[in-house]
């Protein structure tokens, strides 16, 4: 028979329980963990797992602002352990003997650490250890976007089944306050579609191109050497990096079980100047967004290039700065605008994670949770409508117009705007759409580039506008 644990006993799930031992198990669990944490008057000891640019930001901001963070919540943290890979590496910062320490695991296991903050990375180990500290029935803050959106059901479950917090801000949009408004703000409202701009390098990379006319190697370039890009710049420019965060968007919001293999992907490499001066003739500027919608029970997730009415608030987003945009059914539009990465914004996100865990903790409670995720449909992109913008190469003689026209006709595909550039060997023709379905769009782009007097099809992007 199982028995309530003696005060400071690591407490251990059972690997295997069946619902009736789990409700028991959680009451006498929340028990344990009052009691233990009311001794410390108000402590709450952290062990934080890597100390990089985040963990080592979060270090120095639970120091610098220990007294403020007192005043607001009653409680004093104080980080006991702290794991690293390199203990011989310069961190600037000055560590209590036995504080740092190279053995992950034992952090995690630690009778000294009630709260585990995980800023290493990457699936493992970081998976493992944070399912391990669930186990403890230790709360988990966490930054790691990658683990989240290839396995954030199992870790919520764990949560659940621990009857802790398991809080991740950081991992969506770094220092935006996202998830929290997603998952308590709007709590009730139904959710109609998030866009976002969640990644800073490219949104920097596109801004460059569009205010100083860079080519995108050139702006890469710069993005590169101003510290915005990675020398490898494939997860960011291709869309990866952006397409995590939208699964991770889209589980919060609408409690749908979404991976980031669900995620409908384009990045920006294919993006051109003469992308770039078109949209900005028709009044639209180029960004990568993620958009995150449901529509008659089923989910649609993508990233990619975007072009985005100057009017809209997204438009407006320059250089490395990120913004989210949500449209629910209530509440109508809702912007949140900010730094979506650096040590300093996201270790901010980090430490209020931390806060509110630590004071549920404390009050032997648990914040909002996310609840059950369910397998909602994925809607294939192809029967994703959107308006598109596209360019064809063309012979520069009568009746091309009409074949092109007809093409699009024949799919269903209604034109909203065309323009012609160039003249001779230069012309081509500039369309925007109305809404159509992918497979629609793609169906008539096979027909016009067999048209003899097509020399080729250019770019091919989405649109946003009123009512899209
Ligand atoms: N940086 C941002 O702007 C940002 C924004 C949003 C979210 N995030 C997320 O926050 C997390 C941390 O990012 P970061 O930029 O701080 O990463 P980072 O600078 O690379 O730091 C990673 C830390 O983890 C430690 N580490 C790695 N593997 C380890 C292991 N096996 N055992 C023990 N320690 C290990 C490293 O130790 P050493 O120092 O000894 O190498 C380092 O201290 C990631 O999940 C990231 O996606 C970051």
Same mark, same amino acid.
């Given at each position: 028979?199982?028995?309530?644990?003696?005060?400071?006993?690591?407490?251990?799930? &059972?690997?295997?329980? /069946?619902?009736?031992?789990?409700?028991?198990?959680?009451?006498?669990?929340?028990?344990?963990?009052?009691?233990?944490?009311?001794?410390?008057?108000?402590?709450?000891?952290?062990?934080?797992? %890597?100390?990089?640019?985040?963990?080592?930001?979060?270090?120095?901001?639970? /120091?610098?602002?220990?007294?403020?963070?007192?005043?607001?919540?009653?409680? *004093? +943290?104080?980080?006991?352990?702290?794991?690293?890979?390199?203990?011989?590496?310069?961190?600037?910062?000055?560590?209590?003997?036995?504080?740092?320490?190279?053995?992950?695991?034992?952090?995690?296991?630690?009778?000294?650490? /009630?709260?585990?903050?995980? =800023?290493?990375? %990457?699936?493992?180990?970081?998976?493992?250890?944070?399912?391990?500290?669930?186990?403890?029935?230790?709360?988990?803050?966490?930054?790691?976007?990658?683990?989240?959106?290839?396995?954030?059901?199992?870790?919520?479950?764990?949560?659940?089944?621990?009857?802790?917090?398991?809080?991740?801000?950081?991992?969506?949009?770094?220092?935006?306050? =996202?998830?929290?408004?997603?998952?308590?703000s709007l709590a009730g409202e139904r959710?109609?579609?998030?866009?976002?701009?969640?990644? %800073? #390098? #490219?949104?920097?990379?596109?801004?460059?191109?569009?205010?100083?006319?860079?080519?995108?190697?050139?702006?890469?370039?710069?993005?590169?050497? +101003?510290?915005?890009?990675?020398?490898? &710049?494939?997860?960011?420019?291709?869309?990866?990096?952006?397409?995590?965060?939208?699964?991770?968007?889209?589980?919060?919001?609408?409690?749908?079980?979404?991976?980031?293999?669900?995620?409908?992907?384009?990045?920006?490499?294919?993006?051109?100047?003469?992308d770039i001066a078109a949209a900005r003739?028709?009044?639209?500027?180029?960004?990568?967004? @993620?958009?995150?919608?449901?529509?008659?029970? @089923?989910?649609?997730?993508?990233?990619? &290039?975007?072009?985005?009415?100057?009017?809209?608030?997204?438009? @407006?987003?320059?250089?490395?700065?990120?913004?989210?945009?949500?449209?629910?059914?209530?509440?109508?539009?809702?912007?949140?605008?900010?730094?979506?990465?650096?040590?300093?914004?996201?270790?901010?996100?980090?430490?209020?994670?931390?806060? /509110?865990?630590?004071?549920?903790?404390?009050?032997?409670?648990?914040?909002? #949770?996310?609840?059950? +995720?369910?397998?909602?449909?994925?809607?294939?992109?192809?029967?994703?409508?959107?308006?598109?913008?596209?360019?064809?190469?063309?012979?520069?003689?009568?009746?091309?117009?009409?074949?092109?026209?007809? @093409?699009?006709?024949?799919? %269903?595909?209604?034109?909203?705007?065309?323009?012609?550039?160039?003249?001779?060997?230069?012309?081509?023709?500039?369309?925007?759409?109305?809404?159509? &379905?992918?497979?629609?769009?793609?169906?008539?782009?096979?027909?016009? *580039?067999?048209?003899?007097?097509?020399?080729?099809?250019?770019?091919?992007?989405?649109?946003?506008?009123?009512?899209?």
């Amino acid at each position: 028979m199982w028995s309530a644990p003696r005060l400071r006993e690591p407490v251990r799930v &059972p690997a295997l329980v /069946d619902g009736a031992v789990l409700l028991r198990f959680r009451f006498v669990v929340c028990a344990a963990i009052r009691e233990t944490v009311a001794m410390d008057d108000g402590v709450v000891r952290i062990g934080i797992l %890597g100390c990089g640019n985040v963990g080592g930001a979060l270090v120095r901001l639970i /120091d610098d602002n220990a007294d403020l963070i007192s005043r607001r919540s009653g409680l *004093r +943290l104080v980080v006991t352990k702290v794991a690293v890979r390199d203990l011989s590496r310069d961190r600037n910062l000055t560590f209590a003997p036995g504080v740092l320490t190279n053995d992950v695991a034992s952090v995690v296991q630690s009778d000294e650490v /009630d709260l585990v903050v995980e =800023l290493i990375g %990457g699936i493992e180990p970081a998976r493992s250890l944070i399912l391990d500290a669930l186990k403890l029935a230790k709360p988990v803050v966490t930054g790691n976007k990658e683990l989240l959106a290839n396995g954030g059901a199992e870790i919520y479950e764990a949560a659940a089944i621990a009857g802790v917090d398991v809080l991740f801000e950081a991992s969506v949009a770094g220092g935006i306050p =996202l998830m929290r408004p997603l998952r308590e703000s709007l709590a009730g409202e139904r959710i109609l579609r998030v866009m976002g701009i969640v990644n %800073g #390098t #490219t949104n920097f990379i596109l801004t460059q191109m569009t205010e100083h006319g860079s080519s995108f190697a050139d702006a890469l370039a710069e993005a590169q050497n +101003l510290g915005f890009a990675e020398r490898d &710049p494939t997860a960011d420019v291709e869309g990866y990096d952006a397409a995590a965060k939208a699964a991770i968007i889209a589980s919060v919001a609408f409690g749908a079980r979404v991976v980031a293999g669900d995620v409908y992907r384009e990045g920006i490499s294919g993006v051109s100047a003469s992308d770039i001066a078109a949209a900005r003739e028709l009044g639209y500027v180029i960004k990568l967004l @993620a958009v995150a919608e449901e529509r008659d029970g @089923a989910v649609t997730v993508r990233v990619h &290039p975007t072009m985005v009415p100057n009017a809209h608030p997204l438009a @407006a987003v320059r250089g490395s700065f990120n913004a989210v945009f949500i449209e629910g059914e209530s509440v109508g539009d809702l912007m949140l605008y900010g730094r979506g990465a650096g040590g300093d914004p996201t270790a901010i996100a980090v430490l209020g994670d931390v806060i /509110d865990a630590a004071t549920n903790l404390h009050r032997g409670s648990r914040g909002a #949770t996310l609840g059950t +995720l369910v397998h909602k449909p994925i809607r294939p992109i192809d029967e994703v409508q959107s308006q598109f913008y596209l360019t064809v190469d063309v012979e520069d003689r009568p009746g091309v117009l009409a074949a092109i026209a007809s @093409a699009f006709g024949t799919h %269903g595909v209604s034109i909203q705007s065309m323009h012609q550039q160039g003249e001779g060997d230069e012309a081509h023709l500039i369309f925007v759409t109305h809404l159509a &379905p992918e497979a629609a769009l793609a169906a008539t782009i096979h027909e016009v *580039r067999e048209l003899d007097t097509v020399k080729r099809i250019g770019s091919v992007l989405r649109v946003i506008g009123s009512g899209t």
